[in-house]
């Protein structure tokens, strides 16, 4: 189950991974609260570009580092 206040907890409080692009974010991917992914998005313009792929992969070779739970 997802609301807006569990997704805006998710962003101010646990690790989240994103691509720039101009100073603008273009693509990011949150953590849930067990650790697992949580929501992964692209802005339409940037998509077909590997970002949610990039952004996802920065996360799983990060989560040795965070402890979510």
Known sequence: MFS????????????????????????WCLTRFDGSFGAVFTLPEFRRLGLASLVSEIKASSASFYRCF
């Open 4 to 27: 807006l206040d569990i997704i805006q907890y998710e962003i101010e409080h646990l690790p989240a991974f994103g691509a720039y692009h101009n100073k603008q974010l273009v693509s």
